[in-house]
């Protein structure tokens, strides 16, 4: 009954839009974190510091123009609820990463150890699957490649909480400055925590397709 009513619903061409720009918004904050973690060159960092602010700007805009049309419209695409779990976890992951950014620059650090680049890695390749994911939205003609996507999402989520669990376990046992310690605890902790809101996304896609697929 649900794909009978589907073949005759009218394509979403308000809200579809914002989720792919979303995704896409993501990958760009992920690439240039990894950019920033990466660099050795402080003014080059903080150029790219400077784009991720901008970037979760912009995420945040889309979400806000994704509340104003789901309060303005009679029709949705799937559920009310779904929708504002969805766009808000997206958001979370900007805003987490757009966090671990600034705090590299407020706190100065300058030794950017290899476990921050491994979860930014990680962060790309978890941002590039949601936005695969979240273009699937549009039809949920291929509900196998969504359920793939979350997946590979729950395994990324897992692999940045080892990383962190060692990474800090590597700190306590060699790091004797324990400001430099506490600042790098807390950019890792962030890096994971983006991965964990990634993990908040594959949830509510998850249960989106529950209900619609």
């Given at each position: 009954?649900?794909?009978?009513?589907?073949?005759?619903?009218?394509?979403?061409?308000?809200?579809?839009?914002?989720?792919?720009?979303?995704?896409?918004?993501?990958?760009?904050i992920?690439?240039?974190?990894?950019?920033?973690?990466?660099?050795?060159?402080v003014?080059?960092?903080?150029?790219?510091?400077?784009?991720?602010?901008?970037?979760?700007?912009?995420?945040?805009?889309?979400r806000?123009?994704?509340?104003?049309?789901?309060?303005?419209?009679?029709i949705?695409?799937?559920?009310?609820?779904?929708?504002h779990?969805?766009?808000?976890?997206?958001?979370?992951?900007?805003?987490?990463?757009?966090?671990?950014?600034?705090?590299?620059?407020l706190?100065?650090?300058?030794?950017?150890?290899?476990?921050?680049?491994?979860?930014?890695?990680?962060?790309i390749?978890?941002?590039?699957?949601?936005e695969?994911?979240?273009?699937?939205?549009?039809?949920?003609k291929?509900?196998?490649?969504?359920?793939?996507?979350?997946?590979?999402?729950?395994?990324?989520?897992?692999?940045?909480?080892?990383?962190?669990?060692?990474?800090?376990?590597?700190?306590?046992?060699?790091?004797?400055?324990?400001?430099?310690l506490?600042?790098?605890?807390?950019?890792?902790?962030?890096?994971?925590?983006?991965?964990?809101?990634?993990?908040?996304?594959?949830?509510?896609?998850?249960?989106?397709?529950?209900?619609?697929?």
């Amino acid at each position: 009954m649900n794909s009978f009513f589907k073949v005759f619903s009218p394509k979403d061409k308000k809200f579809q839009p914002l989720f792919e720009e979303c995704g896409g918004n993501l990958v760009s904050i992920s690439e240039n974190l990894l950019l920033a973690l990466s660099t050795t060159d402080v003014e080059k960092r903080k150029i790219y510091i400077k784009e991720i602010e901008r970037m979760e700007h912009t995420g945040e805009l889309i979400r806000t123009r994704v509340f104003l049309k789901l309060s303005k419209s009679l029709i949705t695409p799937f559920s009310r609820e779904d929708i504002h779990a969805l766009i808000s976890s997206l958001y979370d992951i900007a805003d987490y990463m757009h966090t671990a950014a600034i705090n590299i620059d407020l706190y100065h650090v300058v030794d950017l150890n290899k476990p921050m680049i491994k979860m930014a890695q990680l962060l790309i390749d978890m941002c590039k699957d949601l936005e695969i994911a979240l273009k699937e939205l549009k039809s949920f003609k291929n509900t196998g490649l969504i359920s793939d996507v979350c997946l590979r999402i729950y395994k990324g989520e897992s692999q940045a909480d080892s990383l962190c669990n060692h990474a800090l376990a590597g700190l306590f046992e060699s790091e004797t400055n324990a400001i430099e310690l506490i600042k790098q605890k807390e950019i890792l902790q962030t890096l994971e925590m983006a991965t964990d809101k990634c993990d908040d996304v594959a949830n509510v896609l998850e249960s989106i397709l529950v209900k619609n697929a």
